[in-house]
């Protein structure tokens, strides 16, 4: 929500000091509401969109429910002690209205049992303190109780690569299968014999909010997460989505797929 009004604050090509004085506060009040320290009133909310000429009801409403609700976010509890991008995309989890995923190398992070993601984590670099390691993976787990629908397509390299040892790889493919029966998730495979299919280096989250303009894009980066909502990119995100779901084995065949290679171990 902070980040779309100062995007429509930006559109409108206005400064912090202008929309401040369109609400008669201060320009660090309206700094501190687009970095989320500080909430807003869905009257001062919908004076702002006003004033930047924002005329898309649906998209509006949207930001309002975000600003006005009264639940404390779980991940609340993690603010100062994890990196900003964590509680970004906890926040994105809890307002999202769909989730699609295509993972090349590693098992998705909503897919993880604790010690796949401990050894994860663990294989950071610079080195993580056993103190920040273990508020990674509490956060991680805690985010996989999650239950919109969630689309995922996992390359057969993130199966057999060993981030932990044999044990701990095929407790995570049998999770795996386990998660596979679950109503909101549908998990597809692409396998190494697959021919032609060049798109596979290309992992990425995508995360349906409650309205189109909010749809976000999340990929990790040698710098670290980067977070996309530009419609041009999301647009040719979509349809890598769909060239990966297509080329992937049905759900049916992913189950046994993962199955059998468990039982390889």
């Not at 609400?23 to 969109?49: F, K």
């Not at 993690?78 to 209205?97: K, Q, V």
């Not at 095929?170 to 999770?175: C, D, I, M, T, V």
């Amino acid at each position: 929500m902070a980040t779309e009004l100062r995007r429509l604050r930006e559109a409108a090509d206005l400064n912090a000091r202008q929309a401040a004085a369109l609400l008669g506060v201060s320009p660090s009040q309206i700094t501190h509401i687009e970095s989320g320290l500080a909430g807003v009133s869905e009257t001062r909310l919908r004076r702002l969109a006003s004033h930047y000429s924002c005329t898309d009801d649906a998209f509006i409403d949207a930001l309002v429910a975000m600003a006005t609700e009264r639940t404390h976010g779980w991940w609340e509890e993690y603010r100062g002690l994890l990196p900003t991008p964590f509680l970004d995309l906890s926040e994105l989890d809890h307002h999202a209205s769909f989730r699609r995923e295509a993972a090349i190398l590693f098992v998705p992070g909503l897919l993880q049992t604790e010690n796949y993601a401990r050894a994860v984590f663990s294989s950071r670099v610079p080195e993580l303190t056993s103190d920040e390691l273990e508020l990674r993976v509490r956060h991680r787990l805690n985010r996989q109780r999650m239950t919109i629908p969630y689309e995922v397509v996992i390359h057969e390299a993130a199966l057999r690569i060993r981030v932990s040892d044999r044990a701990a790889s095929q407790a995570q493919l049998l999770r795996l299968v386990e998660l596979s029966e679950a109503d909101h998730i549908t998990l597809r495979v692409i396998p190494f014999d697959l021919d032609g299919f060049s798109r596979a280096g290309s992992s990425m989250t995508y995360i349906g909010g409650a309205v189109p303009k909010l749809d976000t894009v999340v990929r990790d980066a040698p710098h670290g997460t980067v977070f996309i909502d530009f419609e041009s990119q999301l647009s040719a995100f979509r349809a890598l989505f769909h060239t990966v779901e297509t080329a992937s084995l049905e759900p049916d065949r992913s189950r046994d797929f993962i199955h059998r290679l468990a039982k390889e171990l």
